[in-house]
Nanobody, 124 residues
Framework: QVQLVESGGGLVQAGDSLRLSCAASGRTFSSYAMGWFRQAPGKEREFVAAITWSGSSAYYADSLKGRFTISRDNAKNTVYLQMNSLKPEDTAVYYC?????????????????WGRGTQVTVSS
């Protein structure tokens, strides 16, 4: 079992930055890949970013490249999502997820465990 708890969400203005954190527990954190997804009201969940077990490779949704950065600290069992130049369309619930294969994916179906999410609201 893996437990994931997101934090760092909130209400910000357009152009601001925010860093989300996801703390993991229950299994060896450094053995699995991590991903971030988001779901806006009335929309399907979408892939944001993923990072491999070692942190050596990261993947992003094309539309978010250059604004969002995923990173991980295996010593702290935590993955981060740095979000810059936020836009109102970034408003969503953001979820972190664990992929026990270690490689990560843009497909939500590849992930084995999910957190409960943290709300990010960007006002214009």
């Amino acid at each position: 079992q893996v437990q994931l708890v997101e934090s760092g969400g909130g209400l910000v203005q357009a152009g601001d930055s925010l860093r989300l954190s996801c703390a993991a527990s229950g299994r060896t954190f450094s053995s699995y890949a991590m991903g971030w997804f988001r779901q806006a009201p009335g929309k399907e969940r979408e892939f944001v970013a993923a990072i491999t077990w070692s942190g050596s490779s990261a993947y992003y949704a094309d539309s978010l490249k250059g604004r969002f950065t995923i990173s991980r600290d295996n010593a702290k069992n935590t993955v981060y999502l740095q979000m810059n130049s936020l836009k109102p369309e970034d408003t969503a619930v953001y979820y972190c997820a664990a992929d026990l294969s270690g490689y990560g994916s843009s497909s939500g179906g590849s992930y084995d465990y999910w957190g409960r999410g943290t709300q990010v609201t960007v006002s214009s």
